[in-house]
Nanobody, 127 residues
Framework: QVQLVESGGGLVQAGGSLRLSCASSEDIFTVTAMGWFRQAPGYGREFVAAVSWTGGSTSYGESVKGRFTISKDNAKNAIYLQMNSLKLEDTAVYYC????????????????????WGQGTQVTVSS
């Protein structure tokens, strides 16, 4: 499994922005599709965004489209989630996930697609 470490979470006011990072030390990062999920108390894990291993394809959950942007830097073995116009309902623990793939254009939106998970980082949006 790939070791993943998230960072960048915190407390922000509604309407503000945060940038999450997810880093891996594994050399296989370049052939790994990545994703962000989130989980609020009492709810299941929700798909937020995904990026193909090339970084050329992205997909987003409906609730974050137009506000969040995922990106991948293979040189740094890292992905990022830029979150703008944050809402109260964005409050959750955000998880980074990875899965090996040789399809450079494919993104994955199901939790069962992913083999490795980070520990999560808390994002709290206040009014």
């Amino acid at each position: 499994q790939v070791q993943l470490v998230e960072s960048g979470g915190g407390l922000v006011q509604a309407g503000g922005s945060l940038r999450l990072s997810c880093a891996s030390s594994e050399d296989i990062f370049t052939v790994t599709a990545m994703g962000w999920f989130r989980q609020a108390p009492g709810y299941g894990r929700e798909f937020v965004a995904a990026v193909s291993w090339t970084g050329g394809s992205t997909s987003y959950g409906e609730s974050v489209k137009g506000r969040f942007t995922i990106s991948k830097d293979n040189a740094k073995n890292a992905i990022y989630l830029q979150m703008n116009s944050l809402k109260l309902e964005d409050t959750a623990v955000y998880y980074c996930a990875a899965t090996p793939t040789y399809d450079g254009s494919k993104t994955y939106s199901r939790t069962t697609d992913y083999h490795s998970w980070g520990q999560g980082t808390q994002v709290t949006v206040s009014s």
